[in-house]
């Protein structure tokens, strides 16, 4: 059973963004019959006690048009109604410091 469990978690692809105080993962993992699946996870440190706290989404691949064109029919309405400014966010150890202006990017599915 531990190989299986290793198996479903093995990890083939990974993508990290960081977006403000938030950071989100995306990972491609492949089950034991190497069917791969997305998980994404926000990662947000708490102001509190420093602990980072995790949410986390399992996409299956059976699920990926379903969820692609309802995520981007929901960031369509939010763009159409109101204003939406997208920054870009750059860390260094001690202050944050966005970037904007030509930086901008268009979503797209």
């Known amino acids: 059973m531990g190989d299986f469990e290793n198996r479903e978690r093995e990890e083939v692809f990974s993508k990290k963004v960081r977006a403000g105080k938030r950071t989100y993962f995306f990972d ?19 102001l509190e006690d420093g602990v980072f706290i995790k949410h ?27 204003d939406v400014v997208e920054k870009r966010y750059e860390y260094s150890e001690s202050t944050e410091v966005a970037k904007t202006a030509d930086e901008d990017f268009s979503f797209e599915i």
């Open 28 to 46: 491609v993992k492949a089950t034991r019959s190497n069917d791969y699946y997305v998980t994404i996870t926000e990662s947000k440190k708490r």
């Open 56 to 82: 986390k989404i399992f996409l299956y691949k059976e699920d990926f048009e379903k969820f692609a064109e309802g995520l981007k029919d929901t960031i369509d309405y939010i763009k159409s109604n109101q």
